[in-house]
């Protein structure tokens, strides 16, 4: 690789977890913390990562960042016909937002993804100032902010999802949620979100049982976590209340 390239450079802020990751092996870096939820502690930690490793991170480089959904807003964005230009996609997922009881305003930067036609789509809302705040942190230290993803959009643009028969689960471990996206031969379904206040499997558990009709309803799983990689064991199908699901288990940074 030629000095001069450019290195693309990825970051992940998660309740208890941040780290840091380029294509050059000297940009590794990762933090642990206590889990917490504040958009400043979040910040902070990027910030830490930036400056740890300023040395060897070249001016310029662009930088894709993945968050906890616990910062963000997300929703099932259901089809609906002659709606096209990005203005009218957002102002239509504020108010899918509003009719679930959550006030996403002018206060929030709204984005909205799809991918098969009359299928439902998929909307997140991030803090505006907080995304402000992340760009100046950014570009005081030389990179460029190319894009910023809560988690579960990240998967819903980035996973390929099979378009065989059979259900699909698409699972994102954090610290202190748990979230679900489900397909059906590739097309999405929905999203489901369940705190994670206990040890254990507990947290699967109670999600599932909302989403699983049967235990032959998902014939493949995606495994997702947030947690430092060498600790993190995949979940066994019969603890998923999926004896015959296939389960993969994804790279933390696939998606970035």
């Known amino acids: 690789m030629s000095p001069l390239w450019r290195d693309h450079v990825s ?26 939820i504040d958009t400043s502690t979040l910040l902070r930690g990027l910030e830490t990562m930036l400056d740890e490793r300023v040395d060897v991170l070249r001016k310029g480089s662009p930088l894709t960042l993945i968050v906890s959904d616990s910062i963000a807003a997300t929703i099932l964005l259901p089809w609906q016909e002659n709606l096209y230009r990005q203005a009218e996609l957002e102002t239509y997922a504020r108010l899918c937002f509003e009719k679930k009881g959550l006030t996403v305003d002018d206060k929030w930067i709204v984005r909205t993804a799809a ?3 009359r299928a439902p789509g998929f909307a997140y809302a991030l803090p505006r100032d907080w995304v402000n705040e992340l760009l100046q942190a950014v570009a005081s230290r030389g990179l460029q902010l190319k894009r910023v993803l809560p988690v579960s959009a990240a998967a819903f643009c980035g996973q390929r999802i099979s378009r065989k028969k059979g259900r699909t689960l698409l699972l994102l471990r954090e610290k202190l949620r748990t979230s679900a996206l489900t397909y059906s031969e590739g097309r999405f379904q929905g999203v489901d979100v369940e705190p994670s206040t ?9 999600l599932l049982r909302r989403i699983v009709g049967s235990p032959d309803d998902f014939v493949r799983c995606f495994d997702w976590s947030s947690e430092v990689p060498e600790s993190v064991k995949p979940i066994s199908g019969s603890s998923l209340c999926l004896p015959n699901a296939e389960i993969h288990l994804l790279r933390r940074n696939v998606w970035s």
Do not use: D, K, N
Request: hydrophobic residues 35%.
């Open 11 to 36: 970051a992940g802020l998660f309740p208890g977890c941040f780290w840091l990751e380029g294509r050059r092996a000297v940009v590794q870096h990762a933090i642990q913390a206590e889990p917490s």
């Open 115 to 117: 991918h098969h036609y």
């Open 198 to 206: 206990a040890s254990g499997h507990s947290p699967y558990i109670r």
